[in-house]
């Protein structure tokens, strides 16, 4: 797989996803083995979902690097989750990867996530899979 492979693998699972009904892509660079995509997001109930991802190929699969994903409510007011790598809580398990949860910004380990990790986990949550 090459990174232009992944990055077409991940705008077409935001194309066919059950949650996403608006695409706005903000950025996107790729070269044979690395890439970076950015982009804003309307969910099917309104909400707003910003992606950042940086990853890489190695021994022929993506790999995420840096990530930031941001699920907010429609008026973008109202963090609902967000979801990164920044090295900033060290003293969590699984460090660097946490979670930001709600208005009162509660951080939580979290796991590496991709961009299409994410999507199946919103599906879930916002109860169109089970």
């Known amino acids: 797989m090459k990174a232009g492979d992944y990055l077409n693998e991940v705008k077409t699972r ?76 060290p003293g969590l398990p699984n460090f660097p990867h946490h979670q930001h949860v709600g208005e009162d910004n509660q951080v939580k380990p979290s796991q590496t996530l991709s961009i299409l990790g994410l999507i199946d986990l919103i599906e879930l949550e916002l109860g169109l899979i089970k």
């Open 14 to 89: 935001l194309a066919t996803s059950l949650c996403v009904t608006l695409i706005t892509v903000v950025a996107e660079r790729v070269t044979r083995d690395r890439g970076y995509f950015r982009a804003r997001l309307s969910l099917v109930n309104g909400d707003f979902l910003e992606v950042s991802e940086y990853f890489t190929i190695r021994a022929g699969k993506p790999e995420t690097l840096e990530y930031r994903y941001q699920w907010m409510d429609s008026a973008q007011e109202r963090l609902i989750r967000r979801w990164d790598n920044a090295r900033h809580f």
